[in-house]
């Protein structure tokens, strides 16, 4: 299975600041996602991160708010600009390993707190 | 569209006590069901999957989920729990035709004590 690891591992930010957030994957994966998970409550897609082309992004979200590029097949970056602190959640990845075609792997996550 | 729905967000049992841990869906289409599980701190660990193939799916750290069409259900169970299980358990569903999108449940925290 696909190795999926994220940096930064958490942060405290300013509110009114941006932070980008990478994931790196250990193999080529045919698709990556990134999601949010809130205090306390499960997971909600984003968006899905396309090689070399704008995002998907899910209902609710933006790409002002959240910006993602994915230069590669094992790399994609999600920022969270002018953040407030209802931004404070944890960001996961994960990416969808072409021989498990059926199973997303997930990253560590990043856990942002914004003050 | 794909809906899972989680009952109970909160389950304590003892060392030692079965684990079972329901979880319920909905789909238009057949579905790919899935367990995860969060230990504190850190990301989701695929615990086990249904893919159309056997109904009742073996997973890591001894457990199992039974896939139940006439009852749209896939619970969890373990025969015998161990402190080291005390985790977020998310249930999840997608479409089996071609990639469809993950849709997790609200999740069960299970809390395991001595």
């Known amino acids: 299975s696909a190795v999926i690891s994220q940096k930064p591992s958490r942060d405290i930010c300013q509110r009114g600041t941006s932070l980008t957030i990478q994931c790196q994957v250990d193999s080529q994966v045919t698709m990556m996602f990134w999601y949010r998970q809130q205090p306390g409550q499960s997971l909600t897609l984003i968006a899905t991160?396309?090689?070399?082309?704008?995002?998907?992004?899910e209902s609710g979200f933006v790409i002002d708010k959240f910006p993602i590029s994915r230069p590669n097949l094992t790399f994609s970056t999600l920022t969270v600009s002018n953040m407030s602190p209802e931004d404070s959640s944890i960001y996961l990845c994960s990416g969808l390993d072409p021989s498990l075609a059926d199973t997303q792997y997930f990253g560590p996550g990043t856990r942002l707190t914004v003050l | 569209a794909q809906s899972v729905t989680q009952l109970g967000s909160h389950v304590s049992v003892s060392e030692g006590a079965l684990v079972l841990l329901r979880c319920n869906y909905s789909?238009?289409?057949?579905?790919?069901l899935f367990w995860y599980v969060q230990y504190p701190n850190q990301g989701l660990q695929l615990l086990l999957k249904y893919t159309s193939a056997a109904t009742l799916v073996k997973g890591i750290n001894g457990f199992e989920a039974e896939f139940k069409k006439s009852e749209t259900s896939f619970h969890l169970t373990k025969p015998s729990a161990h402190m080291s299980d005390a985790a977020e358990y998310f249930c999840a569903v997608s479409g089996a035709t071609g990639f469809q999108k993950l849709v997790f449940g609200t999740g069960t925290r299970l809390l395991v004590s001595p």
């Open positions: 991160a396309n090689q070399g082309s704008e995002a998907t992004y």
């Open positions: 789909s238009s289409v057949p579905p790919y």
